[in-house]
């Protein structure tokens, strides 16, 4: 709904238009599994309300009729409209934002620093300094602490054992390569260190080019924090390197072909020379 620039004394018609929607969609309360699935059954109830009423001022058309028409003299939206609430909070110890009764995650490099949290229909953003240091399905529950492992990867970096119970690690959903190596590993003591090596990795290579070396020492069933290191070093290595493209006069006319049956014949010629 929307209201005229400095038109205030419109604001009673919109407010009224507001209340018609909710009598008209929203009684009784519709149930939908999310906002996507809500929104689609709502536009089609609003297509089908429009096309089945007529046109309070134009006799012989329907609404939808009339917006048709309309349709193609309206100016498009240049970018969605973000809209969102906005509220400062502070990080705590734990690395967690307090919104609407409940504990989001940020980056561990946040704590104690003041930062902005966005929150959207279905989603919330923490920004600090015009930096995302976190992003969360909104949960509109109540005492839920909501974690993503990943903010908290630095704090492994110095204490591996948090991997064993520590609660942002508990239903953590690595990449089936990855998955496969933890369980491979936890048949040594040190398992967690060796893990938290290849988890460290994540952040410079990304976390599919981890996974692809965790798949190919799985293959090789050499399954170790140093060979899987290796390989995605080695790998690393050879993407840095640019294939070089010879000028013309130094590409081979005849391409070398390796044949071990031409030391034969100079035995062969030497012989026949002695």
């Known amino acids: ?83 969102y609430s906005e509220e400062n909070a502070r990080v705590s110890s734990y690395s967690l934002v307090s919104f609407d009764r409940n504990r989001y995650s940020v980056e561990c490099t946040q704590v104690g620093k003041t930062v902005q949290i966005k929150a959207y229909a279905d989603h919330v953003v923490i920004v600090s300094q015009g930096q995302v240091v976190g992003r969360h399905q909104r949960y509109f529950g109540r005492d839920k602490m909501i974690f993503d492992p990943w903010h908290y990867l630095t704090v492994l970096e110095r204490k591996p054992g948090a991997l064993r119970n520590g609660a942002p690690f508990m239903d953590w959903e690595l990449p089936r390569p990855l998955e496969r190596v933890k369980s491979y590993l936890k048949r040594f003591s040190d398992w967690d260190r060796q893990f938290m090596s290849i988890l460290a990795a994540v952040p ?34 050879q993407d840095d390197h640019p294939r070089l493209e010879l000028p013309g006069h130094l590409i081979l006319k005849h391409e070398p072909v390796a044949d071990c049956g031409r030391y034969d014949l100079l035995r062969l010629e030497a012989r026949h020379d002695a």
């Open 1 to 83: 709904m929307f209201c005229t620039p400095g038109a205030a004394w419109e604001k009673g018609q919109v407010e009224n238009q507001v209340g018609l929607v909710r009598r008209r969609f929203f009684t009784p309360r519709p149930k939908a599994k999310d906002l996507a699935e809500l929104n689609r059954w709502l536009r089609d109830q609003c297509v089908a309300w429009a096309m089945g009423r007529r046109h309070p001022s134009i006799p012989g058309k329907t609404v939808w009729e009339v917006f048709e028409q309309e349709r193609e003299h309206l100016i498009k939206v240049g970018r969605p409209f973000d809209g």
């Open 204 to 237: 410079s290579h990304g976390l599919e080019a981890v996974a692809a070396a965790c798949r190919e020492a799985l293959a090789q069933k050499a399954v170790s924090q140093e060979i899987i290191l290796n390989i995605l070093h080695r790998s690393q290595d």
